[in-house]
Nanobody, 122 residues
């Protein structure tokens, strides 16, 4: 299984970005797919997740601004990021796991991408 993120970059506060995660080799019928982020000097934080049931969950800090979605035909996971703030600056990772419940609460995911950097300036 391979996950490859893209779409990161530098934007000004209030701007938008869409992150993509191309997924290959994942053949299980159940899944949690999630986006995590890690800022310098801070721990890893789950920001959004989606399960094979179609349910989504978000960290309180991003609710109403970030939207997770998937295109199963393209085997791609997305994170649409609107109204970005400087505190959103971090390396963003996508992850996949065979579990399909408590997706955002899980710290252990089976598969991870390499990450894409998002920098928001004030």
């Amino acid at each position: 299984v391979q996950l490859q993120e893209s779409g990161g970059g530098s934007v000004q506060s209030g701007g938008s970005l869409r992150l993509s995660c191309a997924i290959s080799g994942y053949t299980y019928s159940t899944y949690c797919m999630a986006w995590f982020r890690q800022a310098p000097g801070k721990g890893r934080e789950g920001v959004a997740a989606i399960s094979s049931f179609g349910s989504t969950s978000y960290a309180d800090s991003v609710k109403g601004r970030l939207t997770i979605s998937q295109d199963n035909a393209k085997n791609t996971l997305y994170l649409l990021m609107n109204s970005l703030k400087p505190e959103d600056t971090a390396m963003y990772y996508c992850a996949a796991d065979r579990a399909n419940v408590y997706c955002l609460l899980r710290n252990k995911y089976d598969y991870w991408g390499q990450g894409t950097q998002v920098t928001v300036s004030s």
